[in-house]
């Protein structure tokens, strides 16, 4: 396939992803929720806690030279982050929201967290995607220029993303 044809299919994939998390968020709180649920967001807290360390350790290693093991760690980091949509997803579709009070004083910070988080997490996907592209093809030049950008925001997704579990998850109420 052509570098066209890739692209064309990273930004369908985007697109796609991006309207599914849209639509979770309007959806009405299910009657019943399953046990396993309240889990959820620990679990992404712990995954994406995780891919902030590959993803440093990761940066580590392509500054020491070490390809393989920095090729291997984005891969690791790609199926967690994979792994942390689905969970995402499957907990949002039961139709959860947690408010942070209003009257809480770190309300203003926990907003700019959530949302710069939210508009870079949308930002990131296809980013991503076409930096593996261009690394997995050997199209080294440009997989370096477009890190330079995708790698600091996919590291500031997964690290807030933590934060923002921080924050809310006093709130849960399941």
């Known amino acids: 396939m052509s570098d066209k044809t ?15 998390v849209v639509v979770l968020y309007n959806l009405p709180k299910a009657e019943t929720i399953p046990a396993f649920v309240k889990y959820l967001p620990t679990l ?3 995954i994406n806690a995780t891919c902030t360390v590959l993803l440093l350790v990761s940066y580590y290693c392509i500054r020491t030279k ?4 920095h090729k291997k760690l984005n891969i690791a980091t790609f199926v967690l982050s ?5 969970s ?7 139709g959860i929201e947690t408010k942070f009070p209003a009257e809480n004083v770190m309300r203003p910070l926990y907003l700019f967290i959530l949302l710069t988080h939210i508009l ?5 996907l296809p980013l991503v995607l076409i930096s593996f592209y261009f690394g997995l093809t050997n199209q080294i030049a440009r997989h370096r220029k477009l890190t330079r950008f995708s790698f ?12 923002v579990y ?9």
């Open 66 to 69: 070490k390809v393989e093991l």
């Open 82 to 86: 994979s792994l942390f949509l689905v």
């Open 152 to 163: 600091p925001i996919w590291l500031y997704v997964t690290s807030t993303g933590v934060l």
């Open 44 to 46: 992404n807290a712990c």
């Open 120 to 124: 870079l997490a949308a930002v990131v």
């Open 166 to 174: 921080l924050m809310i998850s006093p709130y849960y109420n399941f």
């Open 6 to 20: 890739i692209f064309k299919i990273i930004i369908a994939l985007s697109v796609v992803v991006f309207s599914v």
């Open 88 to 94: 995402y997803i499957l907990f949002h579709s039961f």
